[in-house]
Every structure is written in structure tokens, then in C-alpha cells.
């Protein structure tokens, strides 16, 4: 039940990286790394208990946390303030 | 077990993918955002070979201080290589 | 009392991290303990950036408004991801970028607000002036007769979102 | 059982749709204020789901093998992570569009832009 769903996941990731690598702009390339980042950690959660490990969720926690602090110093680059 | 073995081929063919674009992007922003996209999916893997450790250090290290080092280093210098 | 309620949130947030390491309803005796001394030295450290000034969020009608808010949110979330859904199928979009004035006068609401005008129908919230709180949304489909007046009825843009934000944090 | 399976295959496909629907709309949308669009919602509500059926299951072994089963870590933890996911993605959608818009993208067909031109430093 849970491997076609992670298979489905990562086409949609393949997706949204494409648009990383095609896309004008640096705005568009950070909002598809953040969608990239959603995606992976949905993707952790499904594989996580498609491995029967329960502290694979943790993986998932940490790595929310810190793509975030890395949205946020880009989009502070890209704003072009000091920080 | 094939459809496994779909998750093992896809991730390490869009990390070699990742790492030519890092090297092609003349804008070193975008390499530097390639290059995040690069820690993810070397996470991702170390995650498919059941190595929780392993994967959250990785998760650590490049999603959050190498782009940061990364980001300082091309505010004191130029943006375009 | 500012500390003590940093104490407090610091160890549940402990205790839930770290559910089902024993035996004692779910937690071991030194989990509990280092908790403790951990959620001591956290509040003893950071009370005075955790709460600002007031202690109004204590109150528990707060607490039940927002649970009502929660359960009325999660369908407004459902519908604008039907919307977005059929947008992207067929491609009919009517862009722009709106101001509105929600009248909100602390950060905690202007978060609430702002958070959750992102995750429903057809609105993004893209900037925000500090001193008189008013609010730039982009709007996936914008209907012409909000553009006629200047200080925009922000009713039909995010249907009642300002006042619940309002009557749980203002 | 039974029940409880095809509430996980429910919760699965919804959630599978609406991370299909977000990813191909990244790819459709004309700029990047319509694209966080498609992002944010469908991505957020997508994984909700998943998340929503991996806690389903996990939580109905939990119910099964007793109070000290070692799910209890996996539906917890799913939780903190659902609840990380929806905040964090709210403020780095608006945190993008902040900056698209500083640094100088413009709305592509817009009919309207309140915004144009004013310069408000923080």
C-alpha cells in the first residue's frame, strides 16, 4: 500500500525539481525548492513506516526545521537586506 | 521486488543530474540553491539505505550551514561567476 | 509568572518528544527528570523574548474560540484546494494585487491572520506596512466590483478571517 | 481492519491527487505569485493527507498491541511533523512572495497591483 505512493511522491518531486532547474528567476527556483522540500518530508513520514522503523519520523522533523531556516536566508538574499 | 528498486534507480540519477547543474548554473545563486536540492536528495538516499544517522547529519549540514557559508561567501564577493 | 509559564511549555513540549520511552504512563523516571531540569534552565534563559508583554493568551475561552476556528478553518482549506485544483486544470486566472485594512493592532494576530489567508481560497499574503497594519494580498481572481472604492471590503476577499484573528488574539 | 484500510486508501489517493495537482501546477502558471499558489495550498493539504492516513494506521496498531506499543512514537511524532509542515510552510510561502516582490518581479496579467511602486523599508 505504501510503495506506490512513494513512487507517485517522487515523480511529483522529479517535477518540481525540473522547474528548479528551468525556471526564470531566482524567486520561482526558491518556491520549487521549498515545494521539493514539502514533498520529501511527506515522503520520509510514508517511508518511515513502509521501513517498520519508528524513529525514521524523526529524520522528517529535523529536516522540516532546517529547510525552513534555509527558505528563509535565501528569501532574505534575494530581498537584499543585511542580515 | 522491482517497484523497490524504482525508489533506488530515480534518486541517485537526479543527484548526478543535480551535480551537473550545479557546475553549468553561471549564476552562483542558483548553484547554491542546486546544490541544496543536491543535500536533499543525498539525504533522501541515505534515508532508502536505512540510515537514519547518517541522513539527519547530512540534513543538518547541507540544508542549513553549507547554503548559509555558501550565501555569505557570494554576498562579499560577485553574484555571477 | 512568566517563567513559570515558559517552564511549563518548554517540558510538555519535552514530554511529547519523547513519549513512549518507558513504563511510567509511557516515560522512564530520568526522562522525566531531565525534562524538568531542562524546561528550569530554558525558562531561566528565554522568558523575556518567549512572552512579551501580556498574558492574555492564558485565557481559556481563547483557547475554545480557537478549536472552533480550527474546525471551521480545515473546511475553508479543503474548498480553496478544490479551487486551486480546478485553476490549474484549466488555466482561468484573473490576477492582482489588493491592500486591505483589517484594522489588527498586535504581531499574534497579524500572524494568525496572515498564515491563514496563505492556506485559503485564492489568496496570498505578500507584504505588510508596520505602523498602520494594512495587509497586501494577491489575489488569483480578482472581481471587479471590490476595485471601486478605495479602502477595499476585505468580506468578499477573506470571508470573516479578520474577526475570528481579532476575537482569538486581539 | 477493513474499515480502517479503506479509510487509509481514501486518505492516500486524496493526498496523491493533491501533490500531482501542486506539482503540475508549479509547472503551468504563468509567474511565481500564481505558482506559490499552486504550491502552497495543494502541497500542504497533499501531505496532510498522507500524513493523516500513516497516522490512521499507525494509531489503529497502536489501539491493537496496547498502550506500550512502540507506534505510539510514530503516531506522535507524525503529529509534530504535520503541525511543523503547516506552519512552516505558510511563512516561507509569504517570506518568497516578500521577496519576489522587493526585488522587483512583477504579477504577470495583473489588473491590479496596489503595491506598485510604494517603498516601505521594513
Redesign the interface.
Known sequence: ?W????????V??????????IGP?????????????????????????M?E????????????????????????????KKF | MI??A??HI??PL?LVV?AI?VALFRDL??A???L??LS?LL??EF??L?A?DV??AE??VG??VT??IF?IA??ATKRME | MRFIVTAVVAYLLYLVLTIGSGTLLLWNEAELIIGAIFALVVAALVKNRYLKKSLRMLNPVRWFIWLIYLFLFFFAMAQANVDVAYRVITGRINPGIVKISPRLKNDMSLTLLANSITLTPGTLSVDVEEETNDMYIHWINVKPDVLKEMPRDYHPICNSFPDWARRIAG | MGAL?IV??VF?GV??FF??V???G??RFPD?YT??HA??KC??F??MF??LA?IV??ASIWVMEGALS??S??SI??I??LV??LI??A???H??A???H??G?KPARAVVDDLEGKDIND
Open positions: 500500500m510503495l506506490p505512493a512513494a513512487i507517485v511522491m517522487v511529483c518531486m522529479l517535477a518540481c525539481i525540473a522547474r528548479i532547474f528567476g531566482a524567486p520561482t527556483r526558491l518556491a520549487a525548492f521549498d515545494t521539493t522540500n514539502t514533498l520529501v518530508v511527506a515522503l520520509m513520514v510514508v517511508l518511515a513506516i521501513f522503523q519508528v524513529i525514521f519520523v524523526d529524520v522528517a522533523i529535523v529536516y522540516a526545521l532546517l529547510s525552513f531556516i534555509m527558505t528563509l536566508y535565501v528569501a532574505r538574499f534575494i530581498e537584499g | 517497484e523497490a524504482v525508489l530515480i534518486t537526479a543535480c547543474f545563486l542558483y547554491a540553491v542546486s541544496g536540492v536533499l539525504s533522501l534515508f532508502l536505512k537514519p541522513a539527519i540534513a543538518g540544508a542549513a547554503t548559509a550565501i557570494i554576498r | 484500510n487509509t486508501y492516500i493526498g496523491l501533490n500531482a501542486g506539482s503540475f508549479l509547472n511565481v505558482r506559490l504550491a502552497t502541497t500542504t497533499g501531505s498522507l500524513i500513516v494506521q499507525s512502540s507506534q512514537v510514530l511524532h507524525a509534530i511533523a511543523v509542515l512552516t510552510n511563512t516561507s510561502a517570506a518568497i516578500r521577496a519576489a522587493r526585488s518581479e
